[in-house]
């Protein structure tokens, strides 16, 4: 079974800086999809960040040229680093991966880590 551990979330005035991270455990033959979501209070989970199987990275148009996405495929660990935060960047934020365990396929989210940015 395929697990995700979350770290790196807080409280930061804007125009500061947090970085996400996400660690995943578990028997895992190969990885098709990785990505950051967050959801704010009265709206819907969305796509911050994320990867996938032939490489491309994709952004929300709220947080390109501010957050970065990578990854360390030996320690099946990714990273968000998140820069010039605003109060809108407000959100629990969640990983996602999606791949093949020995178990088979998978779809597995993070427990999720509250970001909170003051004005």
């Known amino acids: 079974q395929v697990q995700l551990v979350e770290s790196g979330g807080g409280l930061v005035q804007a125009g500061g800086s947090l970085r996400l991270s996400c660690a995943a455990s578990?028997?895992?033959?190969?990885?098709?999809?990785m990505g950051w979501y967050r959801q704010a209070p009265g709206k819907q989970r969305e796509l911050v960040a994320g990867i996938t199987t032939g490489g491309t990275t994709n952004y929300a148009d709220s947080v390109k040229g501010r957050f970065t996405f990578s990854r360390d495929n030996a320690k099946y660990t990714v990273y968000l680093q998140m820069n010039s935060l605003k109060p809108e960047d407000t959100a629990v934020y969640y990983c996602?991966?999606?791949?093949?365990?020995?178990?088979?396929?998978?779809?597995?989210w993070g427990q999720g880590t509250q970001v909170t940015v003051s004005s």
């Open positions: 996602n991966v999606v791949g093949l365990s020995s178990a088979g396929a998978f779809n597995t």
């Open positions: 578990g028997i895992i033959r190969s990885i098709a999809r």
